[in-house]
């Protein structure tokens, strides 16, 4: 009968320091964690990019297009087309909408 209570008795000491063991461990780590949120929702520009509207001229068909001006509410696109010179203005808003050709 006593050497079943001296192994409970030793069971519950082990079990005693795992658990300190345990509890100290767990305290190791920081309660006020930094939470980063991932964001998705890339902003798109607000105006026409040069290159966006360089690579519309182009395929409107006209060649070695290039920024000739940047107004607040216009784009203008020159370079080549089919007949010489040509000239192709964008509004200065997203997607870089056609004005005039």
Excluded at 30 to 50: F, I, K, N, Q
Aim: hydrophobic share 45%.
């Amino acid at each position: 009968m006593t050497t079943i209570l001296a192994k409970a008795g030793i069971a519950a000491l082990i079990a005693l320091g795992s658990m300190s063991a345990m509890i100290s461990t767990a305290s190791a780590a920081p309660l006020g964690g930094v939470v980063h949120e991932v964001r998705y929702d890339h902003h798109r520009a607000r105006v026409c990019s040069p290159v966006v509207a360089v690579r519309k001229a182009r395929a409107h068909g006209m060649r070695h297009a290039h920024v000739a001006e940047i107004a607040p509410r216009r784009v203008i696109v020159e370079g080549r087309g089919r007949y010489g010179r040509d000239r192709i203005v964008f509004a200065n808003v997203p997607g870089c909408p056609v004005i005039r050709r």
